[in-house]
């Protein structure tokens, strides 16, 4: 039997992709007879979030919760309590994946080179396990771009038995840093649709975004972008579905209000979309 480990922050119900996508990872997995395991390091998993019986969940913040709340009522710096917050996950996540290693080939996994990878990394270095880190696109675009996730990057990356890329850009970037390391590549864009798009009868243009509402996804830009076809009397109407970049809720609140006072019949925010609305 294969048992992987599976480290994420998040898992489902949350609506995003990647929780999205570590819930399809690990239904593939069971699928084709190997044990996963997921170990969520953050946000809590919702009673019967998941509808695949035949996935374990571990919810890391119950198991550190008793530990942590007097770390919670001390009125350290942000910095330290992070920090220590961090020892907590490493000891709960370890003590749990211990308890869980069978007979059997173990793998830790994790979807994340930052944070669960950083984890996962520990861990399977003290039970002697191999790692194997997935990049997300964040990863680079974002962490790579700072110091301290840098430095965490490369040694997450430097630790692994194999490294995991989406595209062949992740790939090349850190092999330009980490000559020797192995790497596979499994692209997660889709090809090329035999019939493209052709712009529909009428002087509307849509412009649609499934990004949802988020600094680092460049939503204040297009909506901006939106207001100046307009201001140039192009006929356009933008449609952005999915939610709000948690802390960030009422500066795209007022976005959303200002936009629609402008062009109220032209703006559309629908929300999360079903899987059946998104075909549609």
């Not at 008793?66 to 020892?87: D, M």
């Not at 925010?269 to 899987?275: K, Q, R, V």
Request: hydrophobic share 40%.
């Amino acid at each position: 039997m294969i048992t992987v480990h599976i480290l994420t922050n998040r898992y489902v119900p949350q609506t995003g992709g990647l929780e999205r996508w570590t819930h399809d990872l690990a239904g593939v997995l069971a699928a084709n007879g190997v044990r996963p395991i997921v170990y969520v390091c953050e946000h809590r998993v919702a009673a019967a979030a998941d509808s695949t019986p035949t996935i374990e969940t571990v919810e890391i913040g119950k198991l550190r919760a008793p530990w942590e709340a007097p770390l919670e009522a001390a009125a350290g710096s942000k910095e330290r309590i992070e920090q220590e917050r961090a020892r907590l996950i490493f000891h709960c996540v370890r003590a749990e994946v211990a308890r869980r290693v069978t007979a059997g080939t173990n793998i830790v996994l994790s979807n994340f080179l930052t944070t669960p990878g950083f984890t996962a990394h520990q861990v399977a270095e003290s039970l002697g396990l191999p790692h194997i880190p997935v990049i997300a696109g964040t990863d680079l675009n974002r962490g790579f771009r700072n110091a301290s996730e840098r430095a965490m990057i490369l040694e997450v990356c430097h630790g692994a038995d194999v490294v995991i890329g989406k595209s062949q850009e992740q790939v090349r970037v850190l092999r330009s840093r980490l000559p020797g390391i192995r790497c596979e590549v499994i692209e997660t864009s889709v090809e090329l649709p035999d019939v493209r798009w052709r712009k529909p009868a009428g002087a509307q243009i849509v412009v649609f975004s499934d990004s949802g509402f988020s600094f680092k996804k460049g939503t204040g830009v297009l909506m901006d972008a939106f207001l100046a076809l307009r201001d140039h009397e192009i006929p356009v109407r933008l449609e952005i579905c999915g939610g709000d970049q948690a802390g960030q809720e009422s500066y795209w609140r007022n976005r959303r209000l200002r936009l629609e006072a402008d062009a109220p019949r032209a703006v559309s925010f629908p929300g999360y979309l079903s899987e059946k609305e998104i075909v549609e």
